[in-house]
């Protein structure tokens, strides 16, 4: 084989292996879980030969062989079990940095029908390792080493292959109706690329494929979520919110942890429960130690992960007056961004802005009406009174300025009855937006999730103590297969009579635990809340503030004219003093009269032009507000979202319940195996450890459903 980029290989000798006992040895084989970590995590360290152990699973493997650079793009790994002296080869999956010789020249071309060199060459180096090193036991490999190890495991069926998110193989080669029972492909729940394949259609994996409840499905996690590993760390974790937030933590996130194997086996037992076993005390107490070193660590560790979840949302509850404040908040500033005028500047908690300038109105209104007085007094003066003799020009301020200050008061009142159904909005309906009808929460999304797990704190507390309990059950069961026997054989001996029972067991307590009546409808409830609170929202400013403004815009318009027919009657009345004067009389008006009575005129206009603007800017304000507050509140919902519950902060929960919710029903998965392997067995202790168990689980099975609740 071609040495290109790859050290010589050197036989490493090792101690003669262990005395190990057959029971034992499940905890020194290298298992499924062993590989998937050497295949998604160490591989993509690119760890050199005769380096230091790998440790993989408190197992110790040593490396022996490397191929790394091939031009094909291949990279492997020869590996040894230091106890059992297994050989497993490991194909590395596609790095970042091999984007020419693994995407270009081999994933891309996985689809078509004829093998790429990588593959081949992956099959080649698997030769090799079985000509110069040794037999090999396993073969994995993740991503498109997962093809590489599959592409392997259909010519020699005789060899164990394990994937990860494997890529797929090209069409034709292998045969799809066959069931090469020697692979096993795992597949993450959360691995998009993988489902983007199987959506394609092209499924095209050979052996059987396990689905797995690893991974956290966010966007910056789809690398990990692929390799099954974070930074290629076996012991990697995903850390939730920041250090000293509360519900701060952090999952475990390698893949192999959610492989589940079977306590007396070691195989996977997610497909199957596999073939019946004799159960003995070995087999008792391999149940027992499993229980307690695995089971009840893997559901304390569920536990802990419910907990950081409700810290989170007990936070949330804490914030409650905060968050409706920031949403009031939120609301006004709406209000004032969509009129763009100062006029509506605090509009829904004080409304002063829009009352100082009505006032201001009508006191420019009052002023205009003194100096058109003023102006009056001019054009009655006793140069002017030769001209009324000839039919001259008198001006009815009184007419012309009631219906004009009428109106005012009538925008006055207006814009107070948009004020207060602002407020109304503002700290009556904006409140309500929080609340649920249907169990009277005042924090409906938020209320409800501390019920509901108020329901699984008493629930899960008397899970803890039945796991415990259940423990050491079996434990004592396990003891009483010894002393049983010792009596038996002391019976013999003595020529006594047989022993009816041997010992005492410690008893698990049977319960039903107690339903929750809450969240329904999961973590919909938050969309359900939101949509309803902005749907409520919507229709309040529709009925209660568009009408108003419509109102608003109308007097405006009336104003407006009513100012222009004072201007007109101000400049008639000037225009007939300066230009219209008879002849007749044109002798007895002298030019500084004139221009006394045109500045008396245009004086008189001053505050008139001045409300004019005021007016003209308080219309396109309200025009804004008819134009832009529909669409300001669609984009309103996300304001509502976060205050009913920080978006951010939501996401964590339900990462959390996720986490938790996987393990339980990893738990139970393992408690349907136990029940089929007990299920089989006679005898008083053994019958009731199988009753026990079945109460267990079932107890597990509505746990984890009440967990389910908050995931999605």
Known sequence: MEKTGRKEFTQLTFAPESNIKSSDRIHYATNDRDLV??????????????????????????????????????????????ITKEYSVVYVGSDRTQIEEDWLKTNARLPGVVAPPQLKEAYTYFQYVEDNIGPVSHVAGNSLGGANANYVGVRRTEVKVVTLNPAMLP??????AKHYSNITNYYGKHDILTHVQDTLGL????????????????????????????????????????????????????????????????EPIHASGGGLI????????????????????RF??????????????????????????????????????????????????????????????????SLA???????????????????????????????????????????????????????????????????????????????????HYGVLAGNREKMSRQMEEYGGQVEDIANRF???????????????????????????????????????????????????????????VSKQLMPVLFSVQTVLFTIEKMLEAILVAIDAAKAVVTYSVPGIVSGFVSSGYKSAVAAAANSAKEPII?????????????MNLIVNLPGMLDYFRSYIDTAIFEPGRFVSVQIYNLAASAILSEVEMQFNHILFQLSNEKGEAIEASIDISKNVRHNLGILREQVERGTV
């Not at 295949?39 to 230091?52: I, T």
């Not at 004799?278 to 660590?297: N, P, R, T, V």
């Not at 949330?316 to 409706?324: G, L, M, W």
């Open 278 to 297: 004799d159960i003995s005390k070995a087999e008792m107490e391999q149940l027992s130690a499993g229980i307690h070193s695995e089971l009840i660590g």
């Open 171 to 176: 069409a034709g080669d292998f045969n799809p």
């Open 203 to 266: 499924n095209r994996v050979p052996g059987r494929i396990i689905k797995l409840n690893h991974g956290v499905p966010v966007l910056d996690l789809l690398a990990p979520n692929h390799t099954g590993y974070i930074k290629a760390d076996p012991d990697g974790v995903y850390e939730v919110g920041k250090p000293g937030d509360p519900g701060y933590g952090k999952i475990q996130f390698g893949a192999d942890e959610h492989i589940v194997l079977s306590f007396w086996t070691g």
């Open 300 to 365: 304390g560790l569920a536990i802990g992960y419910i907990q950081s979840a409700v810290e989170i949302v007990e936070d949330e509850s804490a914030r409650f007056s905060e968050r409706v404040s920031i949403l009031q908040e939120q609301f006004e500033r709406m209000i004032e961004e969509a009129a763009s005028e100062p006029i509506f500047s605090r509009i829904a908690t004080t409304g002063d802005s829009a009352k100082r300038l009505t006032d201001n109105l009508l006191a420019l209104l």
């Open 369 to 451: 009406e003194a100096k058109c007085r003023g102006f009056d007094k001019w054009l009655n003066s006793p140069p002017m009174e030769i001209f009324e003799h000839f039919g001259g020009f008198k001006l009815d301020v009184g007419t012309l300025f009631s219906p004009a200050r009428e109106e005012i008061y009538n925008l006055q009142q207006t814009i107070d009855q948009f004020v207060e159904a602002s407020r109304s909005i503002f700290f009556n309906l904006i409140p309500s937006l929080f609340e649920s009808g249907k169990d009277l929460f005042v924090d409906a999304v938020v209320g409800e999730l501390l019920a």
């Open 482 to 540: 010894v002393d049983r026997d010792n009596s038996l054989a002391a019976a013999i001996i003595s020529g006594t009579g047989l022993p009816s029972d041997v010992g005492e067991v410690r008893q698990t307590t049977v319960f039903q635990l107690d339903d929750s009546p809450y969240m329904k409808l999961r973590m919909g409830i938050k969309n359900f809340q939101v949509d309803s609170a902005h749907a409520t929202l919507k229709s309040a």
């Open 37 to 82: 970590e050497l295949a998604g995590a160490h591989a993509y360290k690119y760890v050199q030969g005769n380096a230091d152990n790998i440790t993989v699973n408190g197992k110790e493997f040593k490396v022996i062989d490397t191929f790394y650079g091939h031009e094909s793009g291949l990279d492997a790994l020869t590996v040894q079990n230091r």
């Open 610 to 622: 001045e409300i004019e603007g005021v007016v003209e800017g308080i219309r396109k304000a309200v």
